[in-house]
């Protein structure tokens, strides 16, 4: 298999219909791993191109006639994306070969005269690789890191620069695996041992007792111990959102935006297997998945409900703790989720409403002495501390529980989980825990 020709239709495909590149790569590496090759570079090259779009584009219009490379089309774009992010980002790849492997992909995915141009390009770019960055600072932290220039200037008028440049930078590194350790299955003590045996490194880290951290990825998810269920990967931010939720034996829990679940599948494991959690989600795929997940890990006590979160019924004050994981802007996730920072059309203050009413909606489902959790992977305050505190001001039924009373008091603020990627090394995430008083 051509690793650069999979990459370049996985790229091309994610920038011309919006998609995002975690499928498309698994069905490759899958191909990849069939033919006894290494799917790490397919997943660097992705990956890095789609993040540092903005910048590669902002390269490429400066050896370039910039009003008709604006309206080049995509595939001839990606060509130079993919071997202007070789030559810059990737030490391990010979210049000449960067530029020869995608002047041949040019010639026999398109044709002669593309394959002239893209030659053309790259070599101009080796004779002279000096490009400039504009000098007003949001433009140039947007361009030089590869954020769209709207984010950037919304990062600023909430932090300084030194912060908002190192935070996009961290977003720009590969990310670590985080692994957690399924207590229904094992201890972490003797999961860390059998790595050890393997030959397979994995740290521990104070934030949570049931994580681990590792940068062989590779070795870890092509290990049997993952199919036989005795770890999930979840990024530790998430981790502690369920460790502030506290789940106890014989609970009932209800995750009304349950996804993947990631975190209903934790919920499973801290109350090892007993009392009930009901786990909503409308996505059919993505409770078919949670399925997978809970079988995997053999968690048998999940109810599985395929609904509308705003439409599940009957509503009754019926649970100890409900978890809300709301859709939100996801500021907190773009070092995993490259795709995501570029999804300029996102409708910040409609978020913002369905923030408000999952809120709303998840109460009523709170019994008296119970918990509500609400908790987003974003950074931004607006879907963060001003809902918490909009809604103690109108909900006075409610009060907060300070965070570090459950989780470590490096990861929380002001009563809340908050994590910040670059200072953290984790996914950005909020979290408050709510009590609903005893009548």
């Known amino acids: 298999m051509n690793i650069r020709q999979e990459a370049w239709d996985i790229i091309v495909k994610v920038l011309k219909n919006n998609m ?22 397919l997943y660097h090259l992705v990956k890095g191109v789609i993040k540092m779009q903005l910048l590669l584009e902002h390269i490429a219009y400066q050896y370039t006639d910039k009003s008709k490379f604006k309206n080049t089309d995509i595939k001839i774009k990606v060509l130079i994306y993919l071997a202007l992010y070789q030559i810059i980002f990737c030490e391990s790849i010979p210049e000449h070969a960067a530029v020869n492997e995608t002047v041949e992909l040019a010639n026999k995915k398109l044709n002669d005269q593309v394959a002239g141009f893209v030659n053309a390009v790259l070599r101009a770019y080796l004779r002279n690789p000096q490009y400039k960055l504009p000098e007003d ?7 030089e890191h590869s954020f769209p220039l709207e984010i950037i200037k919304q990062w600023l008028s909430r932090w300084d620069e030194e912060q908002v440049e190192y935070l996009a930078m961290y977003y720009n590194e590969s990310p670590k695996l985080y692994l957690r350790v399924n207590t229904l299955a094992t201890q972490k003590e003797k999961l860390i041992k059998y790595f050890e045996k393997k030959s397979i490194k994995v740290s521990q880290t104070p934030a949570s007792k049931n994580m681990l951290i590792s940068d062989d990825a590779k ?57 009930e959690i009901i ?23 999940v109810k599985l409900i395929t609904e509308d979160a705003f439409k599940f019924g009957p509503v009754a004050p019926m649970y100890d703790g409900v978890l809300l994981d709301v859709p939100c802007s996801g500021w907190g996730v773009f070092q995993k989720k490259a795709e ?18 999952a809120l709303l909606t998840g109460a009523q489902f709170v019994k008296p002495g119970g918990f509500l959790v609400y908790s987003t992977c974003t950074i931004n305050p607006l879907e963060n501390e001003a809902q918490i505190e909009k809604f103690l001001n109108s909900n006075p039924n409610f009060k907060l529980i300070p965070a570090e009373t459950l989780i470590p008091k490096e990861y929380t603020e002001s009563g809340y989980l908050k ?11 909020f979290a408050a825990k709510l009590m609903k008083k005893l009548d």
Do not use: C
């Open 419 to 429: 994590t910040i990627p670059n200072i953290h090394h984790m996914d950005g995430a």
């Open 219 to 275: 070795a870890i998810l092509n290990d049997v111990s993952y199919d036989e269920g005795y770890f999930t990967i979840q990024d530790i931010s998430a981790a502690l959102v369920i460790e502030l939720l506290n789940p106890q034996f014989d609970n009932s829990i209800l995750d009304l935006f349950a996804g993947r679940g990631g975190k209903a599948s934790y919920i499973a494991e801290l109350m090892q297997n007993t009392g």
């Open 20 to 41: 995002f590149s975690d499928k498309l790569l698994t069905q490759s590496a899958k191909k990849l791993h069939k033919a006894n090759e290494n799917p790490e570079l």
């Open 340 to 357: 995501l920072r570029w999804q300029e059309k996102q409708n910040i203050p409609e978020l913002i409403k369905l923030q408000e009413k």
């Open 137 to 143: 600072t949001a433009e140039r932290i947007s361009i």
């Open 279 to 301: 786990a909503v989600d409308k996505i059919p795929h993505k409770i078919k998945e949670m399925k997978q997940t809970l079988t995997r890990i053999q968690a048998n006590n």
